[in-house]
């Protein structure tokens, strides 16, 4: 559910503070808010290349957290529809113009014995 | 068409409204004047849909919270817990931590008025045990959701009962969720699953197996055995979990019985439910003497936003004139 809402539209940009990068903001696929110990993964493919989760971050109303610090957090949570921040680094700064961006989450649910989220790419174009 | 006599009233969870709250389209407080303009009285919210910052919940938002009933004319009436049993990576939470975890959400519903909390279906009836004097203190019943694939003859469900009856606590319940009684297979699910690429055949043999009240053990097995794939396998699964069960077997657990989730997944143009006959289940609750609220649950987005736009309000309306029909109430709307 809400897959196709995962990836925003607005957004995408490059980083800010100097290093190569950029940020695409992304809705969780569920119908509730989360504790981010129970995110167990937003992976993001972007142009067709895995971007390791190390060389990524995850912001929720402006508390930025790297991905091993997710697990031990209990008592933040991704809320119902609120646009998470995912920054990620990359080698070479990102070209202007248009990227295929997929986002992939994966949610621990404790009433469900597989595990939940979604998935969602969209072609985006990056803010200038 | 006249009803008999009854004192069954009209609600609404606000869970009805998630595509529109998720996109942010709809507030709170917009969701609950939607509810109140077709007559619904009962406003039923999931804290962790619709506070963030949980599990404080803030003065401000209680000070919202009571002016929007008393500008709209509705009462808080439930609240719907969720437990975390996985909330640590590497481990199970605790007996003492998931009993924690229910008062702590019994502490927000009395915060914001109700006297029912939804306890999930995962919930253990241990917890349910262990949990019921600290909501009895706060005047407050945990009703177990009798959700599908359960029924009032699963051993889960069982087991909740025997720990309900030896108690006798009046803090303990059952809240059924009208999942339970599909009938046909909602068409809405299935109309999605061909849009997403599954295979007609597959798609008529599962909705007709399950139309007929078939044997859905093996389903997922034959539609694999029929060159099936992972759509095919999750209509099948959703054919396995879904369940159909006489809407009379709730009567002899009327005592118990808090309050309804009256979920949907589609109101037709000519305001009925297409895979749920609420025409054989209100006459249930009102020979059984129900006196709750039956809650309105819309759960038809997540199968149409592919494709449609989802207008929940316009469904919830539609539901809402059929209650307002089959409760015989004169006016359906602006009651």
Known sequence: MFDQYIVCEEGFRPLDDGRTGGVVEVRMPYYRGLALSMVEAVDLVLDGRPVPPSRTTFTVHHNTYTFDQLPGTTDDRWEMGERAQLAFETDEPLAPGEHDVAVAVRLRISYMPVPGGGRDSKRLTLAA | ?335
């Open chain 2, 1 to 335: 068409m006249t009803a008999p006599a009854h004192s069954i009233k009209r609600g609404v969870s606000l869970y009805s409204f998630q595509e529109e709250y998720f996109l942010r389209t709809l507030s709170v407080e917009d969701c609950i004047r939607e509810a109140a303009a077709f007559g619904a009285r009962g406003i039923e919210i999931i804290p962790e849909q619709m506070i963030p910052g949980l599990p404080r919940v803030d003065d401000e938002f209680v000070d919202s919270w009571f002016s929007w009933m008393e500008r709209y004319g509705t009462t808080p009436v439930a609240t719907d817990l969720f437990l975390d049993t996985k909330r640590h990576r590497d481990r199970w939470l605790t007996l003492d931590e998931q009993v924690a975890s229910f008062h702590r959400d019994i502490d927000i519903a009395v915060r914001l008025g109700v006297s029912v909390v939804r306890a999930i279906i995962n919930t253990p009836p241990e917890v349910m045990e262990s949990a019921a004097p600290y909501a009895e203190d706060a005047g407050v019943r945990l009703l177990l959701e009798v959700h599908a694939p359960f029924h009032y003859q699963h051993p889960w469900i069982l087991q909740h009962l025997e720990v309900m009856h030896r108690t006798g606590s009046p803090a303990l319940g059952l809240m059924p969720d009208m999942g339970t009684f599909v009938e046909r297979f909602p068409r809405v699910v299935s109309e999605r699953a061909l849009r997403d690429g599954a295979k007609p055949e597959l798609v008529d043999l599962i909705v007709r197996t399950y139309d007929e009240h078939g044997d859905t053990h093996a389903l997922m097995d034959v539609v694999n055995y029929r060159g099936g794939g992972p759509v095919d396998f999750g209509l099948a699964r959703q054919a396995t979990h879904y369940i159909w069960t006489e809407p009379k077997s709730m009567l002899e657990h009327m005592p118990l019985i808090g309050h309804i989730q009256a979920k949907f997944y589609e109101m037709t143009d000519d305001e009925i439910e297409y895979s749920i006959p609420y025409d054989r289940i209100v006459p249930v609750l009102v020979e059984g003497g129900f006196d709750g609220y039956l809650s309105s649950e819309y759960e038809g987005n997540r199968h149409i936003q592919d494709a449609f736009p989802v207008d929940s309000v316009e469904q919830v309306r539609r539901q809402h004139a059929m209650f307002a029909r089959l409760l015989g109430e004169t006016t359906g709307e602006d009651a």
